[in-house]
């Protein structure tokens, strides 16, 4: 245990922040970054995807649906070693291990995120679609003013379980050299050689502790949501219980 503690002492800086300021940033700093950059520029993609996939024109429906199939069907580590070598090939010169895991994670959480819109789109009640439809709306423009701000609401839990999800992804990163905190553990593991449980041990417990705090999180707005939407359909009586939606509305 003494020993854990030592680890931490010497080496804290370069499981936060890498070689940085000396060398490129890293650590969990590049962790959170990579991560949080990932999912945001996935984000729109996924709703491209989402909307495609519900889209009444067969021509955009089925490569969306292709492509959502063919991402979700193989492992990251596929994906990752897809884009490193295509990449340098479609541009033309090569590009650093950040770039290539971020392009890898706007394409795989982009297909995994239009799965989680596409459900909480689907599971708005039908009416909300067609009373839209009935005031004139196109199907575009009821997707985007009627139905996505309501979905997308409700699908926040679910966004934030996928940006925990791409934090633990991230460190598939070192086998393309990116600096990021399974990385720096390593370097760390290399220098010692003689205490790899000690330093795996402090890596697994810093994930542990980033994503149990981000699901606690997801959790509470969660509750939030779900209160919400309880306080829009239930009526507390006189006794302080709450009536069934249906007796609150005839009292």
């Known amino acids: 245990m003494f020993s854990i503690f030592e680890i931490l002492r010497d080496n804290w800086l370069l499981l936060l922040v890498g070689q940085y300021p000396n060398g490129p940033l890293g650590g969990i700093v590049a962790t959170l ?137 991230t460190t598939l990163g070192y086998v393309i050299n990116v600096q990021e905190l399974t990385f720096a553990a390593n370097q760390i593991n290399n220098q010692l050689l003689t205490k790899p449980f000690q330093v795996f041990f402090i890596l697994a417990m810093t994930y542990y502790v980033v994503c149990f705090s981000l699901t606690r999180v997801a959790l509470w707005l969660e509750r939030r949501i779900a209160l919400k939407r309880l306080g829009t359909a239930v009526r507390q009586d006189p006794d302080g219980g709450s009536l069934p939606p249906a007796v609150a509305a005839n009292p």
């Open 33 to 169: 970054i990579l991560s949080v950059l990932g999912i945001v520029l996935a984000f729109p993609l996924s709703v491209l995807l989402a909307l495609a996939r519900l889209s009444p024109w067969k021509l955009l429906r089925v490569p969306a649906t292709v492509l959502v199939y063919i991402v979700r069907g193989v492992p990251l580590l596929m994906v990752i070693l897809w884009v490193y070598f295509l990449v340098p090939i479609l541009i033309g010169h090569d590009v650093s291990g950040f770039t290539t895991m971020l392009c890898t994670l706007v394409i795989y959480e982009g297909a995994y995120l239009s799965e989680v819109v596409r459900a909480g789109i689907q599971s708005l009640p039908k009416g909300q679609s067609e009373a839209a439809r009935a005031l004139g709306h196109s199907h575009l423009g009821t997707m985007f003013y009627v139905i996505l701000p309501q979905a997308l609401y409700n699908m926040l839990p679910s966004m934030l379980s996928q940006f925990i999800s791409t934090i633990k992804e």
